[in-house]
């Protein structure tokens, strides 16, 4: 008899077992198709047979966790209600979801706005959604809601024949066959989407760009007085922008004077040539901490830094780094995501410059086609929307913004007049096209099979890109 | 963003020209404001927060009859002369003390223009208004009140009258109580002790701002004569409002009469003037535009504009985005349409450049998968219980996020090993055994000025039947021997070892990190059943190392 060298493994670890799944096989160290190949050939020979067994295997989702690590809306809904009818405009959480889930689950009553508790509601002292998820207890209500999901996973199980257990391995011949792939080590392997991020970087170096960087927490200052964004902006509210508790303030006096120049341009344009926005500027305001929700706060910090006199302009400046934004997380929206920050600061720059660099580096990065249109952000103007154009799907795709910085976030930083061309682009996009993902959260899950299949990235080799 | 939905019909005859879709879509938003859908009559147009005035139709055909050169230059508007009075009594300076108001006359309004007007309304509410704090509206038929009004604070059970959407008489505070657009704005009054109304001569309330109107007032189809007020906290924006109102009437044709607001004649329409030097222009956006190029655009954007030293620029009194002369600037170059500029790369003398931790980095990175491990990419967000109990950690010593979303997002990490934890317990269904490492950033509270700063760290975990304190023992040796460099391992005791395998790892006798075979206890907690180790180790510290 003559068998693969490959079956000839999978039945010498058959005769040690009798019967074993393809899983236990994969936990062993063999690989999936190649067990499925020796399978084949060994039940071509009447040595193993395989049955297959249908699993329904439940897990919770990243929903169903949210309710883990808190409640379910409607528990929230009940729980506020302890106090006695309340209005509904004052609950707070999810309320479409919880008001809805808690009326249907005959909890609550709701008459001219104010909610309250029906008898029903008032026995609720455990939460039964949680409940059924910590205990495992899935069913058809939490499947419906999203919390759970099902999948069906099939199980093969490899069995002996008697004939299997009769035949010694030394009476095999090993057969070779040149046509028949091996299979595929597993090996070290960088994440798909730090190899992108590094591109990106090299990029910007290959474009004579000098690295920045800088820290997450920094002060509103720099995230947003600098930058030109006044006080009262809705960017700067709770539900953009993750403040911190710990530590909650700066100490400012690094910045000097230029606290008071930042806040006078604010009121009244200080020396900037401008009109300012007018109004009350707070210090304590400025002093508390944010996450950054843009690498910009890094490019900002940088002009203060820039200790240099006019001479030594121009200067060009690059940072990839992570932000964080108070936004619900879904297949669109990261908490936590990449930026690409750029500075170009000088006296003879100008606009068509901008439009220069942008174009230079999106055409590095594989975009043949760009264009601007216009948009705005408080701290530059020209302010520019930057789309590329994706040939695959036909479609401009939006990749950040850009724009020159105004003369009010340049010159109370910088201390001196100059041009500063500036961008934020997004890198992710690029990741999920390449690692053909539907689901932005996949970039941080590390499945380790998505990273091990996703071949390395570059910007011309279109041929090896995932499946989107 | 502000999204709008107008109506195509409306907007050509404001306009004066029909368009294809194709063009709004593809052209029109050249202009700053997104066309985003067109179907049937329903367009869908979505603005920008510092142009309010294109937050209606009337406001966008405006724009676009100058955009599409159809009538170009500043739109002017005569205000006629009105003896219509608001009295400011001096109790509203504490509450809400601005008021503006203005008159327009004559107007044909159809269901279908009041619904625009209510949008507009709601959108300016919403954005310049922060949500009417800073700025409230109201519209009035003037037919159904007696001037002279007076606007003042009173006690919420003074007043009483019948608001929109509710057919019975109601004292102020029980409008905040118990009427939906009460509860929604009541925070805005929430600690007066008087609430602003506005009154006609015979006592009847107008309005109370920044709440809800009177229901006698409510402006219908059969409405001719329109009473608008603003009423908000910073003078300078209530003027503006006031001005981009009264001008969207005025585009349907209606005629303008001040009012005398505390001894003030309102709107003031006349346009503010700036200078733009046709040299700085050509300096700041690299277009090489002769004067009278930059004039023709300017008037395009609906400036007034004439030569001279300078450009002598007016600004339509309903803008309230322009500072600067970059404001200027960049509506040039708008209207010469961005798509116009030819890209262009200055001479710039500079070679590239990393951060010097960063080569360290990415060698590290070689190595390491070198070495079979598959790399992670993880959050910095972390929740709290995972830096603490999970790992049998008591004190919080991290950066501690005040408005998380959800527990996931209430820290940032001041450790990596937990994040390599959470992988591992992702990937349980996968093969064993597993191998990962991840080189990135925490964060650790600290005495500079901010209370924190960023760390590079490396950690490595491997887990599986076979796995033991070795496994990272060997790794870190292969690190040691690529990077040329001593580690020196000492008994350590990090809570989430097992006490016998755990060990610190010293620099030139300087800790830089940890090591170690993690405990039962500690892998119950992350659902992990099989034995796991792993190490953490400071890249600035083995960065400065490798540089003495």
């Known amino acids: 008899m003559r068998l693969s060298s490959q079956a000839i493994r999978v039945l010498e670890r058959l005769k040690q077992d009798e019967t074993k799944s393809v899983t236990e096989f994969e936990e062993e160290g063999f690989d999936q198709a190649t067990v499925n190949r020796a399978l084949l050939e060994l039940e071509e020979e009447d040595l193993a047979q395989s049955e297959e067994q249908e699993e329904i295997v439940q897990e919770v989702t990243e ?118 792939p091996a299979e595929t080590p597993r090996t070290g392997k960088k994440h798909y989407y730090k190899n992108i991020l590094q591109f990106a970087r090299e990029t910007w170096m290959e474009m004579g760009f000098e690295e920045m960087s800088g820290d997450y927490v920094v002060p509103s ?26 530590p909650e303030n700066t100490d400012l006096s690094e910045y000097e004077d230029k606290v008071q120049n930042v806040a006078e341009t604010h009121q009244n344009g200080w020396e900037t040539g401008s009109k300012g926005y007018g109004g009350e500027w707070s210090k304590e305001e400025s002093e508390r901490n944010v996450l950054r929700t843009h690498t910009t706060a890094i490019s900002a910090n940088r002009l203060h830094k820039m200790d240099i006199n006019e001479e030594e302009l121009p200067k060009k400046l690059f940072i990839v780094g992570r932000n964080f934004r108070n936004e619900t997380v879904d297949r669109h929206h990261l908490a936590e995501f990449y930026q690409t920050d750029g500075i170009v600061v000088g006296k003879d720059l100008n606009f068509a410059n901008l ?114 | 963003m502000a999204n709008l939905e107008i109506d195509k019909r ?63 230059g500043r739109t002017k508007y005569d205000v006629e002369k009105g003896d219509i009075k608001v009295e400011v009594d001096e109790s509203v300076e504490e509450v809400r003390p601005h008021i503006g108001g203005a008159v327009v006359r004559n107007l044909d309004l159809s269901k279908k223009v009041i619904e625009g007007l209510i949008q507009l309304q709601e959108k300016m509410h919403e954005t310049m208004g922060r949500r009417r704090d800073k700025l409230a509206i109201g519209l009035h038929d003037l037919s159904t009140v007696e001037a002279p009004f007076t606007y003042k604070a009173v006690q919420p059970e003074k007043v009483e009258f019948t608001p929109l959407e509710y057919d019975k008489n109601m004292q102020l505070g029980e409008i905040l109580d ?101 040299e700085y222009f050509r300096d700041v956006s690299g277009l090489e535009l002769e004067e009278s190029e930059i004039i023709e655009r300017l008037k395009m954007m609906k400036y007034g504009a004439k030569g001279g030293k300078a450009i002598k620029v007016e600004v339509p009194c309903y803008r ?103 992988v591992l317990q992702k990937n349980k269904h996968r093969g064993y055994p597993q191998i990962f490492f991840e080189a990135g950033n925490v964060a650790e509270l600290d005495d500079s000025p901010v209370g924190a700063s960023n760390k590079k760290k490396m950690a490595f975990i491997q887990t599986g039947e076979e796995t033991d304190f070795t496994d990272a023992r060997r790794i870190l040796q292969v690190l040691e021997r690529d990077l040329g460099i001593e580690l020196e391992i000492r008994e350590g005791n990090q809570p989430f070892f097992q006490p016998a395998r755990s060990g610190k790892i010293l620099i030139e006798g300087e800790r830089a990190g940890f090591i170690g075979q993690f405990s039962e206890e500690v892998l119950g907690n992350w659902e992990l059943d099989k034995p796991t180790a792993g190490f953490e180790i400071d890249l600035e510290k083995l960065n400065e190392e490798l540089k003495k």
């Open chain 1, 221 to 246: 200052f720099l995230n947003f007085d600098a930058l030109y964004t006044p006080q009262d902006h809705p960017a700067r509210e709770l539900h953009d922008t993750f403040f911190v508790e710990n």
């Open chain 1, 355 to 468: 439009k220069g660099y942008i174009s230079e580096f999106f055409e590095k990065m594989g975009y043949s086609e760009f264009r601007l249109i216009p948009a705005y952000y408080p701290y530059t103007e020209m302010s520019v929307e930057v789309q590329v154009w994706d040939e695959e799907d036909e479609e401009w795709l939006g990749m950040g913004g850009a724009g020159m910085f105004r003369p009010e976030v340049v010159k109370p930083m910088l201390g001196f007049e100059a041009k500063v061309l500036a961008w934020g682009l997004g890198i992710p996009r690029i990741a999920s096209i390449a690692a053909g993902l539907t689901d932005i959260r996949e970039l941080y899950r590390n499945d380790i099979l998505i990273i091990n299949e996703t071949p390395v990235w570059r910007p011309n080799w279109k041929k090896n890109r995932g499946d989107q």
């Open chain 2, 320 to 422: 309230n985005d322009v500072m600067h002369q970059y404001d200027l600037i960049e509506d040039v170059i708008i209207a010469h349409r961005y798509t116009n500029i030819e890209p262009e790369l200055p001479e710039v003398d500079q070679i590239g450049q990393q951060q010097d931790i960063q080569d360290t980095t990415q060698v590290v990175r070689d190595i390491m998968t070198e070495a079979g491990a598959m790399e992670a990419m993880t959050y910095v967000h972390d929740n709290r219980e995972d830096l603490t109990e999970k790992i049998n950690v008591e004190k919080e010593n991290f950066v501690k996020v005040d408005n998380p979303l959800s527990e996931e997002y209430s820290a940032l990490r001041n450790l990596m090993m937990p994040s390599l934890l959470k």
């Open chain 1, 63 to 180: 929903k169903g966790e949210e309710i883990l690590d808190n409640c379910s809306p409607e528990y929230k809904i009940i729980q506020q209600l302890d106090s006695g009818i309340t209005p509904i405009q004052e609950l707070e959480g999810n309320t479409n979801i919880g008001v809805g889930k808690a009326k249907q689950k005959g909890w609550i009553d709701i008459d001219g706005g104010k909610v309250s508790k029906t008898s029903e509601g008032e026995e609720v002292d455990v939460d039964p959604v949680k409940d059924k998820l910590e205990n495992e207890n899935f069913d058809d209500e939490l499947e419906e809601r999203g919390l759970v999901r099902s999948e069906a996973r099939t199980t093969k199980t490899l069995k002996l024949t008697d004939e299997g257990k009769e035949i010694e391995i030394s009476d095999i011949e090993e057969d070779f066959n040149v046509e028949a």
């Open chain 2, 178 to 278: 118990e009427h939906n657009k009460g509860q929604k704005y009541a925070w805005i009054l929430e600690d007066e002790d008087k609430y602003p109304i506005i009154e006609d001569a015979e006592g009847r309330v107008l309005s109370f701002p920044p709440i809800i109107n009177n229901q006698l007032t409510e402006v219908y189809s059969g409405t001719e004569d329109i009473f608008i007020d603003v009423t908000g906290k910073d003078e300078a924006t209530v003027k503006k409002a006031l001005n981009n109102l009264t001008t969207a009437l005025a585009e349907r044709g209606g005629s303008i009469e001040s009012v005398t607001i505390d001894g003030e004649k309102m709107p003031d329409l006349s346009p503010e003037t700036m200078e733009l030097e046709p």
């Open chain 2, 10 to 72: 409306e907007f050509t005859n404001l306009v004066g020209e029909e368009f294809e879709d194709e063009k709004l879509i593809e052209e029109a938003s050249f202009l700053g404001a997104h066309w985003h859908n067109i179907d049937g009559n329903v367009c869908q147009v979505e603005t920008y927060p510092n142009r309010p005035d294109l937050l209606s139709v009337e406001g966008l055909s405006r724009a676009y009859r100058g955009f599409f050169d159809i009538e170009k």
